[in-house]
Structure formats: C-alpha cells, structure tokens
C-alpha cells in the first residue's frame, strides 16, 4: 500500500506533525504551497474568510495523487475551520483512496468535523480517521 502524506503548513507546526506522520509510516511528504502564498496578515484577512466558506485556493503545482492508496491530509485550523490549502487538496483526492485528517489546532476541531467529513465522502474517499492534535506550548 503506497501511502502519501500531504500538508499545508503557515509557521512550520504542521510540518513537525506531517514529518513524523510520514516517518512513521515510511510515506512520502508532499508540502502544498498556494500560488498566490499566506503571511500572517493575509492568513487573517484572505485565508480566514475563505476558510470559513470552505473554498480551495489555486496551488503552485498540485500534487498527483492518483497513485497513492491511503493519503493522510494535515491542515492547521483556521477561525475552526480548515485552511484553505486543505480544500484545494481533498479536490485532488481520486476515488475510492483511504484518508486520514489531521488537524492542527490550539483550541479543538470539532466544530468542523462534520464539514471535513462530507467532503473526504464527497470526493468517494473512505474518511478512516479524523484527528485533532494540539501543538505542545
């Protein structure tokens, strides 16, 4: 089974999380990076609203994922929500893949839970788990 683990990080927290997702699990990393990229001001004023609308965002070179069996998605939560980094990738999920989410926050995901769900679903994906992981302070 050909794993990839595939993540969108702004400060570098994500990354920590989806380097030791993919070193555990002898999968590949792929690191998603908009066209047009987020800086603290822009992921407030851009990237939170969009977030909040569930909108995906163009990427510099989207990833293939077509021939990966399992795909682990990591995300940072953004105003309780998915960055929108995330949405650009679950629209590259190809059917029948076994996901996971990952979601990278400080305060709980479980508002967007639901959400994250219909979407893996929508794209005819198995959701096999979804997680919320707080970064240690």
């Keep these: 089974m050909k794993t990839a683990v595939v993540y969108y990080t702004l400060g570098g927290t994500t990354r920590a999380f989806a380097r030791a997702e993919a070193q555990a699990r002898g999968a590949d990393l792929i690191e998603l990076r908009p066209a047009r990229p987020y800086?603290?001001?822009?992921?407030?004023?851009?990237?939170?609203?969009?977030?909040?609308?569930?909108?995906?965002?163009?990427?510099?070179?989207?990833?293939d994922l077509s021939g990966y069996d399992a795909i682990v998605l990591l995300s940072p939560i953004?105003?309780?929500?998915?960055?929108?980094?995330?949405?650009?990738?679950v629209a590259l999920l190809p059917a029948g893949a076994s996901v996971e989410v990952v979601l990278v926050s400080g305060s709980g995901a479980s508002k967007c839970a639901g959400r994250v769900r219909a979407q893996i679903e929508g794209r005819c994906c198995t959701l096999a788990a979804l997680r919320d992981v707080r970064?240690?302070?």
């Design 39 to 63: 800086h603290l001001f822009t992921a407030f004023v851009r990237g939170c609203p969009a977030a909040i609308r569930g909108q995906a965002v163009p990427l510099a070179q989207a990833p």
């Design 78 to 89: 953004w105003a309780g929500h998915p960055a929108p980094p995330f949405n650009s990738a």
């Design 135 to 137: 970064p240690h302070r």
